[in-house]
C-alpha cells in the first residue's frame, strides 16, 4: 500500500472535513496511529527545540495546532469502537489504548516542554485561560513528579488505558451472550404482536430461528419488564441483566486499586478528591453534602411507591416486579400505557418536527439532508445545519439505531471540533440504541432521549471560540449535562409536542387528554427513579472514596447498605460489573454530575418559563452566553451571565418531589 492510499494522512476533501468514511478500511487504522504518534511528538520536539524565547504563539498556540493526523485516526477510530466494533476494530483497541496512554504521557511528562509552557507570558484573559488550563492539564498528569513517579504513572496509566478496554470488549459480549432466549411464545405474553415479531426476527439475525430473542438493554432495568407478564421470565430477564459483565469482577477491584495509587502519587486523598478538584463542585465533600441532603427524601419516596404497587400486586415486590406493577399503577391513576403512546412517536417525524423544529423555533437553524454524504454504517443520516442567515454551520450525523456491534445507551461525539485558529466548523454524531422496525416507533423515554442527545449535539454546533481545547463540550464533566438536559424541555413543550406527536397511519395529532395525562405521569415512579440513579451515584462514589482491597461483590452490597439505599426492590441503574460510565467511559467519581448538572438546568428551565418558554431572544440568549463558549471561561462564570445569579437548588428538589 502506498501512503497515498492512506485516507487519514491528509485533510479530509469533504465538506466540513467530513471524515471519509467510504473510503476507510480497518487496515488503515494501525498505520494512521502509527505515524500520527511520530508525527505529534516530532512536532513536540520543534516547539521545545526553538531557539527562539517561549512564548504564547511558539508554545500553546503550536501546542494547540500539533497532533492533527493522531486526532482525525483517533476520532474516527474511537467512534467505530462505539458504534459498530467489529472483530478487527476490538483487535486493534486492545494494542493501541496503552500505546496511546504512553503517548499521552510521554507528552505530558516531557519536562522540556513542561518549562517552556510555565516560561510563557499571556496577553489577555483567553490566552490566560488557556494557559492555566495547560499547566492544569500538565500538573495534574504528574509533570511536577519525581522522574521515580512518573515511571511508575506511566505504568499505571498503561494497565488502566488496558483494563478500561478490556471491561468494554467483555460487556459487550457477556451483553450479547446473555441476551434471553424464548421457545414459547406463550411466556411473551403481555407484548403487543410487534414486538413479539421484532423479538423473533432478532433471533433469526443471531442464527436462532424459530426462536425469540429478548436482547438487554444498558441499565439494569430492562424496558420488556413493564409488559410481560410470565413473572418466571421477567426474573430470568432481570437475572440476566444484573449477572452482567461476571468476568469484570476481578478487573473493577484492580481498576479502584490503581486509581486510588495514581491519586495517592498526585498528592490526593483518593481518585474522588482528585477527579473533583478539576470540577465545578471543587470538593468531594460538596457532592457528598449534596447527595446526603437528597437521599433520604429520594428513599422514602421510593418505599411509599413500593407500598402502592404492593397494594395491587398483593405480594411483596421484587425488582423484576416493579416495572410490571408500576405499569399498571400509571394505567389506573392515569389511564395511559406505553403501548398507546408508541404510534405518536415515530421516529423520523420526532427527529424532524420535533427536534428540528425546537431548535428552528429557538435559534433559527435550519436542517437539510445531504444524501451525497455518507456515515460509517448505512443507518447513518448527515444533515447540514444553517444559520438563520442561511450561513452554514456545520453537519449533524444521526445513528439511531441499535446493532449487536454498538455498546449500548445513548452519546455524542464530536468528529470535527470547531475552532477559528484552526478555521474548522463542528461536524457531531448522535448515537441512539433503539430497535429498528417499520416504522420504527418509540416510547417516550427515548424520544426524551433524543432532545437530550441532541443538546450536546447544539453545544458542539454552536460552539463559537478560538482555541480547540475549549471546543463545544470541552467543559467540567459535572457542566457537559447541563445543555443537554435542558433540551429535553422542549420535548413536553405544548407546540413542540403537538408538532411532532402525530399518528404514524392517521398523521392525527395526540389527543390532549392524552397529552395531559401523559404529562401528569411524568411525575409517577420519581422516587423510585431517582433512588436507582442516586444508588449508581453512591457505588461509584465508594469505589473512588473507600475501595481498599477485597470481593466487588460484596464492596459493592456493603457500599450500598453504608449509604442508605441498599432497598430490595429498587436495584442501582448500574451494578459494578456493568456500569461502564465510571470503569470505561471517563465519568469516574462523575456520575453524580447527572444530579450535579440538573441543579443548573431545573434552574434555567425556570429562566425560559420566566421570559415566555419557546422564543428566538430565549434561544440566542442561551447560544450566546453559554453555548457558544464551550470551555473558553469558566462554566459557572458562563452560567452566572446567563441567569443573573448564582444556581438556586429548589428548581431541582421540586421537580424531582424532594421538598
Ligand atoms: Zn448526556
Redesign the pocket.
Same mark, same amino acid.
Given at each position: 500500500m502506498t501512503p497515498d492510499a492512506n485516507p487519514f494522512l491528509s485533510p479530509s476533501p469533504l465538506p466540513y472535513l467530513l471524515p471519509p468514511f467510504q473510503e476507510i478500511e480497518e487496515e488503515h487504522y494501525a498505520p494512521a496511529f502509527e505515524q500520527g504518534m511520530a508525527e505529534h511528538l516530532a512536532e513536540i520536539e520543534e516547539i521545545t527545540g526553538n531557539p527562539e524565547p517561549p512564548t504564547f504563539e511558539n508554545t500553546i498556540e503550536a501546542l494547540e495546532r500539533s497532533g492533527d493526523l493522531l486526532d482525525r485516526v483517533s476520532t474516527v477510530f474511537f467512534n467505530q469502537v462505539s458504534s459498530d466494533a467489529t472483530p478487527g476494530v476490538q483487535e486493534i483497541q486492545k494494542d493501541v489504548t496503552p500505546r496511546l496512554a504512553a503517548h499521552a504521557d510521554a507528552v505530558h511528562l516531557d519536562a522540556k516542554l513542561f518549562a517552556r509552557i510555565q516560561a510563557v507570558e499571556a496577553a489577555d484573559d483567553e490566552q490566560r485561560w488557556l494557559l492555566d488550563r495547560y499547566l492544569t492539564d500538565f500538573t495534574r498528569a504528574g509533570a511536577v513528579l519525581g522522574q521515580e513517579d512518573q515511571q511508575r504513572l506511566k505504568r499505571i496509566n498503561e494497565r488502566l488505558s488496558t483494563l478500561a478496554t478490556t471491561f468494554q470488549q467483555n460487556l459487550l459480549a457477556d451483553t450479547n451472550a446473555r441476551a434471553v432466549i424464548v421457545d414459547d411464545v406463550s411466556e411473551l405474553d403481555g407484548l403487543s404482536a410487534d414486538a413479539v415479531q421484532g423479538l423473533r426476527e432478532t433471533a433469526k439475525e443471531r442464527g436462532l430461528d424459530g426462536r425469540y430473542l429478548v436482547t438487554l438493554v444498558l441499565p439494569t432495568s430492562q424496558p420488556s419488564l413493564t409488559e410481560l407478564t410470565d413473572r418466571a421470565l421477567r426474573q430470568r430477564i432481570h437475572e440476566a441483566s444484573t449477572g452482567r459483565g461476571a468476568a469484570n469482577a476481578e478487573l473493577i477491584t484492580e481498576i479502584a486499586a490503581l486509581r486510588q495509587e495514581r491519586a495517592t502519587l498526585l498528592g490526593y486523598r483518593n481518585h474522588a478528591e482528585y477527579v473533583l478538584a478539576d470540577q465545578t463542585a471543587k470538593t468531594a465533600q460538596a457532592v457528598t453534602d449534596m447527595l446526603d441532603r437528597l437521599v433520604p427524601p429520594a428513599v422514602s419516596n421510593a418505599r411509599k411507591e413500593q407500598s402502592d404497587l404492593e397494594e395491587i400486586a398483593g405480594h411483596a415486590v421484587q425488582p423484576w416486579d416493579w416495572q410490571f406493577y408500576a405499569e399498571k399503577v400509571r394505567k389506573a391513576r392515569y389511564d395511559i400505557d406505553s403501548a398507546r403512546m408508541r404510534p405518536y412517536f415515530e421516529l423520523n417525524t420526532v427527529l424532524e418536527k420535533g427536534v428540528f423544529h425546537a431548535a428552528t423555533r429557538l435559534y433559527g437553524i435550519t436542517f437539510t439532508e445531504r444524501t451525497d454524504l455518507h456515515g460509517y454504517h448505512p443507518d447513518v443520516r448527515v444533515f447540514e445545519v444553517f444559520n438563520e442567515d442561511g450561513t452554514p454551520l456545520g453537519l449533524f450525523l444521526g445513528d439511531f439505531h441499535s446493532r449487536a456491534s454498538k455498546r449500548g445507551g445513548?452519546?455524542?461525539n464530536s468528529l470535527v471540533k470547531q475552532s477559528s485558529l484552526l478555521g474548522t466548523g463542528p461536524v457531531v454524531v448522535n448515537n441512539l440504541n433503539i430497535v429498528k422496525g417499520e416504522p420504527t416507533l418509540m416510547t417516550f423515554d427515548e424520544v426524551n432521549t433524543m432532545f $437530550?442527545?441532541f443538546? $450536546?449535539a447544539l453545544h458542539a454546533l454552536f460552539s463559537d471560540v478560538r482555541f480547540p481545547r475549549f471546543s463545544g463540550t470541552a467543559v467540567p464533566r459535572d457542566f457537559?449535562?447541563y445543555p443537554?438536559?435542558v433540551n429535553e424541555m422542549w420535548a413536553t413543550d405544548p407546540e413542540i409536542l403537538a408538532n411532532y406527536a402525530k399518528h404514524y397511519e392517521t398523521g392525527e395529532p395526540m389527543p390532549q387528554e392524552l397529552v395531559d395525562r401523559m404529562l401528569e405521569a411524568q411525575k409517577f415512579n420519581q422516587g423510585f427513579a431517582t433512588v436507582e440513579y442516586l444508588a449508581a451515584t453512591l457505588l461509584d462514589w465508594a469505589w473512588h472514596t473507600d475501595y481498599a482491597d477485597g470481593d466487588a461483590e460484596r464492596f459493592e452490597a456493603e457500599a450500598l447498605k453504608r449509604a442508605g439505599v441498599d432497598l430490595a426492590a429498587v436495584p442501582p441503574r448500574y451494578r459494578s460489573t456493568y456500569f461502564a460510565h465510571i470503569w470505561a467511559s471517563g465519568y469516574s467519581a462523575g456520575y453524580y454530575s447527572?444530579i450535579w448538572s440538573e441543579v443548573l438546568d431545573a434552574d434555567t428551565v425556570e429562566w425560559f418559563k420566566e421570559n415566555g418558554g419557546l422564543r428566538r431572544e430565549n434561544g440566542d440568549t442561551f447560544r450566546r452566553e453559554l453555548l457558544s463558549k464551550g470551555g473558553s471561561v469558566d462554566a459557572l462564570t458562563a452560567f452566572r451571565n446567563f441567569r443573573g445569579r448564582d444556581p438556586e437548588i429548589t428548581p431541582l428538589l421540586t421537580r424531582r418531589g424532594l421538598l
Open positions: 445513548a452519546w455524542m $437530550h442527545e443538546g $450536546h457537559v449535562e443537554s438536559q447527572y
